[in-house]
């Protein structure tokens, strides 16, 4: 099958033939940048990794992990995909793979075998890879999928990080350079700098580090604050994508009420996506939604789940109807894990659940996670207090913390729950796995295979129907349009219905 460097013409991504190309897909999340709530574990990959090696010896945990790797993505998994219409995955890795902290500078050959071993399996497929660092030295954002331990963003206060960054990105496309199934790199996943100046200045660097070497390849370029905000740039680059991540609340439990297909909370969909792009269009610049998708419920935590599982595909298809009207390109977040948000997910009988099914239930309980956490149970008589308490004593001038649309409730849970506890249940986790032998690893290891995991039915059929969807497509009749909000945003973010409904109930309140 023969391809060429794709590259950007106008607002469009083609080949060397000048013809459209429309990249559709998923992402492994999970994979090489391992994440708490997609692979069952507290805290972050790095800490994980650690803990293992002490349980199981340095020998054995590199051979689990690299068995985790190797089971995680095979050649039927890119069949599968295939079938389903995707050309397109997002491939999300953890710069430990390629430098050592205590050696840095240093890349590590080693790290680039499993990397080097999908792109060849999916250019087999005719399906398109693009390079994602997830996690850069130091963290680029406050939140645990850039492996940072603590919340504090050093990647944008040391130098000597963004060097490391540029370093192996230019290692990167040299590799890479005039691979025509490598359909670009993705330099940094969802940069959260408060000052912005920072985060320009980066791209500056290593838009021209990149190109020096690889003048061909495609830059995919996240927006601030977790690709959500694109109000500080001024410029666009050649040969340049964009990304937004359009995640939307109401696919999450306990977080801005139940999609209902109400005319507000459509209306609200509409304006949060229109927000994100509106840079692109400004600038006919392509416009990729490198992340999005809905938390699902599942039987043993939730009796309602088929219902409330259908309002979060309701909710999506909305959304991939707006993609496909737009003809945008997309990649779904994400392609396995253990039964949040995946395409596929690894199964009760699997040896993984088996084992850890038990930690796994516990952690959901405890809502460890910052993501797909459900807490409405630890509210009353725990955190309700706790939460209280901060906004008592913290006056409103100062009650404001970056990154901005995280309320001060999600500050604290963030430290309390995301980071503290989770490091107490870190070794728990790890001796789960103590003397274990190889064959069991292997076993464990070989539950995120295709065939040990079960494909999400609905989700991979709503896929299919709009992976090569135009926008001229007769079923696109109820798209939601285009609306601006007016006097319901907080700074650049929109408010939701429920959220605009509670501050005016407060201000009532406040008059009285």
Known sequence: MTASVLRVEGNKIVDNSGKQVILRGTSLGGWMMMENFMNGFPGREMQIRKALAKVLGQ????????KFLEYFFMEEDAIFLKSLGINSIRLPFNYHHLEDDMNPGVIKEEGFKHLDRVIDICARHGIYTILDLHSAPGGQSQDWHCD??????????????????????????????????????NPLNEPADEEWTRLLAFYDRIEAAIRAVDPDHILWLDGNTFSMDFSGFKKVFPNTVYAVHD???????????????????????????????????????????GEFGPIYERPEYNEDYVVQNKERYDMLEKQLSIYSHEGIAWSIWAYKDINVMGMRYVTHDSAWYKLLGPFI???????????????????EGLFGPIHKWFEENIPEKYSRKYPWQWRMHMHVF???????????????????????????????????????????NELNALLKLHSRMLPDDPHLVNVIPSAKTSGSQDGVFE????????RKAVLERAAK
């Open 361 to 379: 239930k516990r952690k959901q309980q405890l809502a460890v996670d910052s993501w797909a956490y459900d807490d409405a149970h630890l509210q």
């Open 59 to 66: 020998e054995k945990c590199d051979y689990f992990f690299d």
């Open 414 to 456: 963030r430290g309390i729950r995301g980071i503290t506890l989770a490091e107490y249940m870190i070794p728990e986790f790890a001796d789960y796995f103590s003397d274990l032998s190889y064959e069991q690893l292997d076993e464990l290891a070989k539950s995120w295979s295709f065939e040990k995991t079960a494909g999400r």
């Open 247 to 289: 995640y939307c609340g109401y696919g999450f439990p306990n977080r801005i009420g139940r999609y209902k297909g109400l005319p507000d909370q459509d209306k609200y969909i509409r304006a949060m996506y229109d927000r994100k792009v509106e840079f692109m269009k400004k600038h006919n610049v392509p416009i990729w939604n």
């Open 495 to 502: 408010l939701s219905p429920l959220e605009i409904a509670k």
């Open 148 to 185: 940072n331990p603590t919340g504090y963003p050093a990647f944008w206060d040391q130098k000597s990080f963004q060097d490391r960054v540029v370093n192996l990105w230019t290692v990167i496309a040299g590799r890479y350079k005039g691979n025509p199934w490598v359909a670009g790199y």
